[in-house]
């Protein structure tokens, strides 16, 4: 599992394929236990978080799904987010923002050609391209905020799958 550097992303993801079965993996994670994470596994979806006690507003969580399309050999697929439910929030501002910003557009082209002052919804427009940008900022904060924690995850991973020969890597 190569380190993350992509700095745009705001949802890393990683991809490992080993040498093994995926019904070995799936045991090694059941019987996986690391003391500030809690496991479960539905399926071949594991899902590793932070215990309440050490959870925060920016504490990530990681999901990896195990599949296998050739005998011996299983792939994890795993990417790092926030709470599923802060980041639905999350989107859900970014597209209300969107919706808004489309909206105010159309007024303004709509008062454009009936030659009336389009000031207002200009200034709106460009209102809602700072609210933008504060969110993705706001994001970044929280990855920031959250790179300890990810990074506990992303080494517990590591540890948990070191028995096995991996295979390639990549981010």
Known sequence: MSDLTNEIV???RFRVSLRANLEQLESIFDDASGSPFL???MDEHIFVKFKKAETTFWTP?????LS????????????????P????FFMFLHF?????????????YSNYSLGK????????????VVIWFSLYAFGRLGRAKGKPQM??????VRDTIAPFERINDEP
């Open 10 to 12: 705001l949802r890393p």
């Open 117 to 128: 002052d389009i000031t207002l919804w200009l200034v709106g427009m460009f209102f809602l």
């Open 39 to 41: 496991i479960k596994r």
């Open 96 to 108: 209300g923002v969107g919706t808004i910003f489309i909206i105010m557009g159309i007024f303004a």
């Open 151 to 156: 990074d506990q995850l992303k080494q517990f």
């Open 61 to 65: 969580q990681l999901h990896m799904e």
């Open 85 to 88: 439910t802060l980041w639905t």
């Open 68 to 83: 296998s399309y050739e005998e011996g050999i299983s792939n994890i697929r795993g990417v790092f987010g926030p709470n």
